[in-house]
């Protein structure tokens, strides 16, 4: 599917793909949200426990802007 756009209307978005971290790309998603975080591999090198960790602060604290 490479090359093919599409839209999807959400409140909320998670991109989590791949084995390597893919800090440009999120970095490039974080003007398409008035809230953006970049959780686990994108920040740091890290085991599942820190990057759960992570993503269940950003996930905690979605709408207390």
Do not use: H, W
């Not at 970049?38 to 599942?48: E, L």
């Amino acid at each position: 599917m490479s090359g093919v756009e599409r839209f999807f209307p959400a409140d909320t978005v998670i991109y989590a793909v791949g084995q390597r971290p893919r800090t440009e790309e999120a970095t490039a998603l974080k003007r398409c949200a008035p809230e953006f975080y970049i959780v686990g591999d994108c920040v740091a090198a890290r085991n599942v426990l820190m990057a759960t960790r992570e993503a269940f602060n950003a996930a905690r604290d979605i709408g207390r802007l």
